[in-house]
């Protein structure tokens, strides 16, 4: 049965900085990897999508990497802003399955 | 990507009634699914909807308790039967383009049960 985990469950830092979230799976047969954001009381923003076969993926001033036979991604925030305040949800779907099996999550605050 | 819509947003109900849950899509999709995110949690998967067929429901998931029809291929509704206070959750349902398998989410409906 695969499983999520990701680290830490909460994370708070000062405007600007950069950050790494992340994520590890149990089982690498995955067929791909996608990060969200979702903000208190609302549903999930799409961020990054990694298929297996990709290492990383980037928009704007996030980058999502793959490590698949180590079971891990990592989310890089750079020059972090009040704004990606949020809690990051890492799923991935594995073959043959559309279901998306997710983390519990990391809390971020972007303090001002 | 898709946009989706959920009715209500929210609700306040009362133990032993019932909820119906909508979710309109702005793009015709082949499979829908409804997610529940209950207080602290992480999301689980409820239900696969394809348009047609029976939905296929996860380990834990009854279809007496969460019945779901998909009349077309742009909408779906979720009704959670008999509810307990233990039913108070987000629900969020959701679809995935054909293209990369991104999946994309309403904004999720809050229910809670008194």
């Known amino acids: 049965k695969q499983e999520v985990t990701q680290i830490p469950a909460a994370l708070s830092v000062p405007e600007g900085e950069n950050l790494v979230l992340n994520c590890s799976f149990t089982?690498?047969?995955?067929?791909?990897l996608q990060w969200f954001r979702q903000d208190p009381g609302k549903g999930l923003t799409s961020l990054l999508l990694i298929q297996s076969s990709q290492r990383e993926q980037t928009s704007g001033r996030l980058n999502a990497s793959l490590d698949k036979s180590s079971g891990r991604s990592t989310l890089y925030i750079a020059a972090s802003q009040p704004g990606d305040s949020a809690t990051y949800l890492c799923?991935?779907?594995?073959?043959?399955?559309?279901?998306?099996?997710f983390g519990k999550g990391t809390k971020l605050t972007v303090n001002p | 990507s898709a946009v989706i819509s959920q009715k209500p947003s929210r609700d306040i109900c009362q133990r032993g009634t019932s909820l119906t849950i909508q979710c309109q899509v702005d793009s015709q999709v082949t499979m829908m699914f409804w997610y529940r995110q209950q207080p602290g949690q992480s999301l689980t998967l409820i239900a696969t909807a394809n348009q047609g067929s029976e939905a296929t429901y996860e380990s834990g998931f009854v279809i007496d308790k969460f019945p779901i029809s998909r009349p077309n291929l742009t909408f779906s509704t979720l009704t959670v039967s008999n509810m307990s206070p233990e039913d108070s959750s987000i629900y969020l349902c959701?679809?995935?383009?054909?293209?990369?398998?991104?999946?994309?989410f309403g904004p999720g409906t809050r229910l809670t049960v008194l």
């Open positions: 089982d690498s047969a995955i067929y791909n």
């Open positions: 799923a991935v779907t594995q073959g043959g399955s559309e279901k998306l099996v």
């Open positions: 959701s679809v995935e383009d054909w293209t990369d398998n991104e999946q994309f």
